[in-house]
C-alpha cells in the first residue's frame, strides 16, 4: 500500500442506547452512538413478534381460499359432465 493516500484506521466506541458499549476500529473519527445494538435488538434476543399489519395475510389467505373453492367446484363439474 501507499504510504499517506490511506485514511487512518483508529479504535472507538461504539455507545448503544440501552447503555451497551464495545470497541472496534474504524475510519471514522470519534466514538459513534447508536438507537439499536445486537444486546436489546429483538431479532438477536428472540423476542421479536411478527405483527400482522392491517389484516394482510387474512386478506391473502381468503383470496386464495376462493381460488381453491372455483377449482374444486370447476373439477367437480368436469367429473360429473
Same mark, same amino acid.
Given at each position: 500500500?501507499?504510504?499517506?493516500?490511506?485514511?487512518? #484506521?483508529?479504535?472507538?466506541?461504539?455507545? %448503544?442506547?440501552?447503555?451497551?458499549?464495545?470497541?472496534?476500529?474504524?475510519?471514522?473519527?470519534?466514538?459513534?452512538?447508536?438507537?439499536? %445494538?445486537s444486546?436489546?435488538?429483538?431479532?438477536?434476543?428472540?423476542?421479536?413478534?411478527?405483527?400482522?399489519t392491517?389484516?394482510?395475510?387474512?386478506?391473502?389467505?381468503?383470496k #386464495?381460499?376462493?381460488?381453491?373453492?372455483m377449482?374444486?367446484?370447476?373439477?367437480?363439474?368436469?367429473?360429473?359432465?
Amino acid at each position: 500500500m501507499k504510504a499517506g493516500i490511506h485514511p487512518a #484506521y483508529n479504535e472507538l466506541n461504539i455507545t %448503544c442506547a440501552c447503555g451497551s458499549t464495545f470497541r472496534t476500529r474504524s475510519t471514522h473519527k470519534g466514538d459513534i452512538r447508536v438507537e439499536i %445494538c445486537s444486546k436489546c435488538h429483538p431479532f438477536f434476543t428472540g423476542r421479536q413478534k411478527l405483527i400482522d399489519t392491517a389484516g394482510r395475510i387474512d386478506r391473502f389467505q381468503k383470496k #386464495y381460499q376462493k381460488t381453491l373453492e372455483m377449482k374444486r367446484l370447476a373439477e367437480l363439474h368436469k367429473t360429473k359432465a
